[in-house]
């Protein structure tokens, strides 16, 4: 079954501290979620969010990256394995500043889906156009091709355990959001292309997330659009209020 997610994406920002803080916010203002509650801290707060969240019923824990080999002499780097033992469940996967600043490319972040699945865990996996090839009119095809690049090696069985988090570059961190139809055309056009490959029931049974300067404001116009499932957030994921708007939002 399709399942509605609000994913926050904290990316570098808070202490242990204050992260810990956020996340006790969070649980205090958000009661029944209509859908799964994702909130992916930065590694160092992993084991200890992941044990406030662990108490309650929809709430779940990500983390914001992972490396696409199983273990050995790769300095600084975080295994799936190692996330799996904190309680990780999801796993951000080819986020655009991923893709931009650390030069992640298509067949990387294929093998991070692969070690991601192979540890029990669920790829949140991310795509979106940069403007220049929205103004084209080419959006279409891009994201295709990175949805084809990073997901459609898998068997259906481990297809079905992907979150797909839809992700137009211009509207992150910009305070520019896609109107609800532009993220509805998108979102409908990654469903059929799902479905090409997978089938109907497998595509009408995927989570579609939206994400770019979603907020409390506009989450409830996106979110009611037919084949938007919820929401990546990143800067209103920081604040409790805003964020359990968001959460609120979902159909
Ligand atoms: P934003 O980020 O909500 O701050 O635009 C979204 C994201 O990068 O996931």
């Excluded at 200890?48 to 080999?69: I, P, S, T, W």
């Excluded at 650390?102 to 692969?114: G, S, T, W």
């Excluded at 669920?122 to 940069?130: N, T």
């Excluded at 520019?176 to 139809?181: D, I, P, Q």
Aim: hydrophobic share 40%; with cysteine; net charge positive.
């Amino acid at each position: 079954m399709r399942q509605q997610i609000v994913a926050g994406n904290w990316k570098m920002n808070t202490t242990l501290e204050e992260g810990l803080e956020l996340t006790k916010s969070i649980l205090e203002k958000v009661e029944k979620p209509r859908g799964l509650v994702v909130v992916a801290p930065p590694l160092t707060h992993l084991r200890d969010v992941g044990k406030m969240l662990k108490v309650r019923k929809y709430f779940h824990l990500a983390a914001q990256n992972c490396y696409q080999e199983e273990k050995g002499a790769f300095t600084g780097e975080v295994s799936a394995n190692m996330l799996a033992s904190v309680g990780t469940e999801f796993v951000i996967i080819g986020h655009s500043e991923r893709r931009l600043y650390f030069k992640e490319k298509n067949d990387v972040l294929a093998a991070k889906v692969n070690v991601t699945l192979a540890r029990g865990m669920r790829p949140i996996f991310c795509c979106g156009e940069p403007l220049h090839i929205r103004e084209v009119d080419t959006h279409v095809g891009y994201v295709a091709k990175q949805l084809k690049a990073g997901l459609f090696h898998l068997k259906e069985e481990d297809f079905r355990k992907v979150v797909i988090a839809y992700e137009p570059i211009w509207a992150i961190g910009t305070g520019r959001t896609a109107s609800s139809l532009q993220a509805q055309e998108m979102h409908h056009a990654i469903r059929v292309l799902v479905a090409k490959k997978y089938g109907k029931a497998v595509a009408d049974d995927t989570t579609i997330l939206y994400g770019g300067s979603c907020n409390a404001q506009n989450a409830p116009e996106i979110f009611s659009q037919p084949d938007v499932d919820g929401g990546l957030i990143g800067g209103a994921s920081l604040k409790a209020d805003d964020f359990a708007a968001i959460i609120a939002a979902l159909k």
